[in-house]
């Protein structure tokens, strides 16, 4: 079983559109959870962090974790073309300077 | 708003030469990290470093692979001998101990190609 699994897509979406995007994890230690956006040949830009389980809302982006079920989602709401991305989810033991273990990213793309 | 800067963007190397591959982490952070990703998989950790030193490594780090913080702002991956396995992108990616979490910042990295 692999530790960080997302389905790779793509998902397709009109603008406009709510997008939900979910991770699940095998390891029960993992204790702080990130969203990155990554375009195209560039690097992962953080868009969410997360620690506990709950609810975090920054602007159009709200990120939900449930350490129960080892799950993760991201949410975007009034999705934009520009939100046309592969979005990874990582996360990490603690906040010692530990790696990131990511997933494997899901590409989303928003059409006008 | 500060980022992490990486060069080169690209760099094209034959089998079994040296590469050095430099980042300029974000002035204030500490913690340091390369992360690389082959071609259509995901981002795999390769190497931590604070205070001088290796914190924490992957299986992927080998001996071929070293990193060094030469002055007080590069931070520099070095591939001894490259394989054509090592091509990928390299992100250097850097944390501010100070915000007491794991939000790594990374850079737009560097598209290493080994023919």
């Known amino acids: 079983q692999k530790e960080v699994e997302q389905d790779p897509g793509p998902l397709s979406v009109p603008e406009g559109a709510i997008v939900s995007l979910n991770c699940t994890y095998s390891n029960s230690a993992f204790q702080y959870f990130m969203w990155y956006r990554q375009y195209s040949r560039k690097g992962p830009e953080l868009l969410m962090y997360t620690y506990s389980s709950g609810n975090k809302e920054d602007g159009r982006f709200t990120a939900q974790v449930d350490k129960s079920s080892k799950y993760i989602s991201l949410f975007i709401r009034d999705s934009q073309p520009s939100d046309s991305a592969t979005y990874l989810c990582?996360?990490?033991?603690?906040?010692?300077?530990?790696?990131?273990?990511f997933g494997g990213g899901t590409r989303l793309m928003v059409k006008p | 708003e500060p980022e992490v800067t990486q060069t080169p963007s690209h760099q094209v190397t034959q089998m079994g030469q040296e590469v050095i591959l430099r980042c300029v982490p974000i002035s204030n952070h500490l913690y340091f990290y390369w992360y690389r990703q082959i071609l259509g998989q995901k981002v795999e950790f390769l190497v931590s470093f604070y205070n001088n030193e290796i914190s924490e490594k992957s299986e992927i780090f080998d001996d071929q692979f070293s990193v060094e913080r030469p002055d007080g702002s590069n931070f520099t991956l070095k591939i001894r001998s490259t394989k054509l396995e090592d091509s990928a992108m390299y992100f250097c990616?850097?944390?501010?101990?100070?915000?007491?979490?794991?939000?790594?910042?990374f850079g737009p990295g560097t598209r290493l190609t080994v023919t």
């Open positions: 990582a996360m990490t033991l603690n906040n010692a300077g530990n790696m990131l273990t």
């Open positions: 990616a850097s944390r501010d101990p100070v915000a007491g979490a794991d939000e790594q910042y």
